[in-house]
Nanobody
Framework: QVQLVESGGGLVQAGGSLRLSCVASRGTFSRSSMGWFRQAPGKEREFAAAISWTGGNTYYTDSVKGRFTISRDNVRNTVYLQMNSLKPEDTAVYYC?????????????????WGRGTQVTVSA
């Protein structure tokens, strides 16, 4: 069983940057697809980005393409989300998730393990 702990959230002005980290302990992180999801107040959790277990394939929702970059370090059992040019609409709790599926999933129900989330707040 994989345990996930996110960090790196905070308060930033619009146009600023943050880097989120998610450390995995236990389980087979290096063979898991990893994803970042986010949930804004009053809204459903939505997909933000995902990466294959090799790191060779990455996926983004349209609203973050060109601004966010997902990456992973399988030696450190860590996945990152570099967020640049942040906008107020990026404000949300960001969750890290792991999936044992071969094909990188983009839907939340296809992920098996979840972190508790880290708050990102972008002020105008």
């Amino acid at each position: 069983q994989v345990q996930l702990v996110e960090s790196g959230g905070g308060l930033v002005q619009a146009g600023g940057s943050l880097r989120l980290s998610c450390v995995a302990s236990r389980g087979t992180f290096s063979r898991s697809s990893m994803g970042w999801f986010r949930q804004a107040p009053g809204k459903e959790r939505e997909f933000a980005a995902a990466i294959s277990w090799t790191g060779g394939n990455t996926y983004y929702t349209d609203s973050v393409k060109g601004r966010f970059t997902i990456s992973r370090d399988n030696v450190r059992n860590t996945v990152y989300l570099q967020m640049n040019s942040l906008k107020p609409e990026d404000t949300a709790v960001y969750y890290c998730a792991a999936s044992v599926r071969v094909v990188v999933p983009l839907a939340s129900y296809e992920y098996d393990y979840w972190g508790r989330g880290t708050q990102v707040t972008v002020s105008a």
